[in-house]
């Protein structure tokens, strides 16, 4: 791979919820994309409240995989999860390396596209390297409708451009992903809106999408399950959008000053007065 800076770390997030069955395809692919690019990386699985075979699947196979990791949510609901932003945001905090990429642990993205990504962040200088599957979804006519309303909403609530913001396979700079507020619930539909709301640069890039071939779909379709959330949330994120403020500083040196022996040469010396300037008279007592 070209243009990818040496010294790299590369950790990549993956919530997973009942994926048993689609955990060895996951790591086997995952490792061997980002083995082309000559990086350090890790694999972190986020376990979010299975109740299958996930975490025994993933921790089998940790003996054979030095990078790969798995983190457990704690306190799920019986039998569900905390949900998706809620596990990005734990396993953006258990991250080592500096640069974090994320996909859905379903295997329909392809985690072929991240050294192509990840070569994209660095060429561009962006912040952050957002999927695009438009080009590749094979989805129904009522799928097309609703995705084609949900982005008008976005871009007149939020002036949201991104075209494929519900997809999970994106790279990005730590500092970013720490950021984000995804320990609200819902917050991971709206990752790239969010960071262009605290002044990142954002870059879109088409990428493959692929039929699930094992397990179960986690998302709902309708207007009670989808349409109305999706909505509510639009406004909220509007309203913090509204009162974000940056928090960028610059460390700011110390004024630099002359050197203690420098001033006592300089104490005694006949320094010229401005022009034009006569000594005072000296006082009466000093005469």
């Not at 917050?187 to 954002?202: E, K, N, S």
């Amino acid at each position: 791979m070209a243009d990818l800076a040496p010294g790299r770390h590369v950790s990549v997030v993956a919530p997973a919820h009942n994926e048993e069955d689609n955990i060895p395809r996951l790591v086997d692919e995952v490792g061997a994309a980002l083995a082309l690019t000559g990086l350090d990386f890790e694999v972190i699985i986020v376990d979010d409240g299975s109740t299958d075979g996930t975490r025994r699947a993933v921790q089998a196979l940790m003996a054979r995989h030095e990078w790969l990791r798995c983190l457990a949510m704690a306190r799920t609901p019986p039998g569900s999860g905390h949900g998706q932003s809620a596990a990005f945001h734990a396993g953006f905090r258990a991250c080592r390396g500096d640069l974090i990429a994320t996909l859905d642990a379903d295997c329909q993205n392809d985690p072929a596209d991240l050294p192509r990504m990840l070569e994209l962040l660095e060429r561009a200088g962006a912040d952050m390297v957002q999927g695009d599957r438009s080009r590749n979804r094979r989805d129904s006519p009522v799928r097309r409708v609703g995705s084609a309303v949900g982005r008008a909403f976005r871009r007149g609530l939020l002036g949201d451009t991104i075209r494929d913001t519900g997809c999970s396979l994106r790279v990005m700079r730590r500092e970013v992903a720490l950021r984000l507020p995804l320990e609200l619930r819902g917050m991971h539909r709206f990752i790239p809106v969010t960071a262009r709301q605290m002044g990142c640069t954002v870059v879109e890039m088409p990428v493959s999408h692929r039929p699930r071939t094992a397990g179960e779909t986690k998302y709902g379709m309708g207007i009670a399950s989808r349409a109305i959330p999706g909505l509510v949330d639009c406004f909220a994120v509007r309203y913090m959008g509204a009162r974000r403020r940056p928090v960028l500083c610059e460390v700011i040196e110390a004024i630099e000053t002359v050197p203690a022996p420098e001033a006592d040469a300089l104490e005694g010396a006949d320094v010229p007065g401005p022009v034009g300037a006569r000594p005072l008279d000296a006082p009466e007592h000093a005469r």
